[in-house]
C-alpha cells in the first residue's frame, strides 16, 4: 500500500501559477501510475492528469492541456503538477492519485484562483 500527502496548493491570482507535489511512501513508487484529478464545490471529482510508471508517457484533460504539466521524480518518490495560466474555474481540491492493483488517494490540497 502506498500512502500520499500533497503540498503546495494555495490562494493565487488568475494568470498565476502554482507547483503541487504529493510524496509517496514506500519504496516502490516507480511501480505506480500517478495522476491528478480535482473535485470543486457541489461538483463530482474529475480527472486532470495522468502519467506513466517511467514518466515517458502524459495524458491531460482538455481543459488543462497548455497549462497545466505532470512529472515525476521516482529518485525522490514524488509526483509533481505545474500548473501555469490558472483560471477561477481552476478552483478546486487537488488530489493525487496511484494506481497499480488499487486506487490510492491523497487527502487534498485547496487551490483558490482569485478573479
Known amino acids: 500500500q502506498v500512502q500520499l500527502v500533497e503540498s503546495g496548493g494555495g490562494l493565487v491570482q488568475t494568470g498565476g501559477s502554482l507547483r503541487l507535489s504529493c510524496a509517496a511512501s514506500?519504496?516502490?513508487?516507480?511501480?505506480?501510475?500517478m495522476g491528478w484529478f480535482r473535485q470543486a464545490p457541489g461538483q463530482e471529482r474529475e480527472f486532470v492528469a495522468t502519467?506513466?510508471?517511467?514518466?515517458?508517457?502524459?495524458h491531460y484533460a482538455d481543459f488543462v492541456k497548455g497549462r497545466f504539466t505532470i512529472s515525476r521524480d521516482n529518485a525522490k518518490n514524488t509526483l509533481y503538477l505545474q500548473m501555469n495560466s490558472l483560471r477561477p474555474e481552476d478552483t478546486a481540491v487537488y488530489y493525487c492519485?496511484?494506481?497499480?492493483?488499487?486506487?490510492?488517494w491523497g487527502q487534498g490540497t485547496q487551490v483558490t484562483v482569485s478573479s
Open positions: 492519485s496511484a494506481r497499480r492493483d488499487a486506487h490510492y
Open positions: 514506500g519504496r516502490t513508487f516507480s511501480s505506480y501510475s
Open positions: 502519467i506513466s510508471r517511467s514518466g515517458d508517457s502524459t
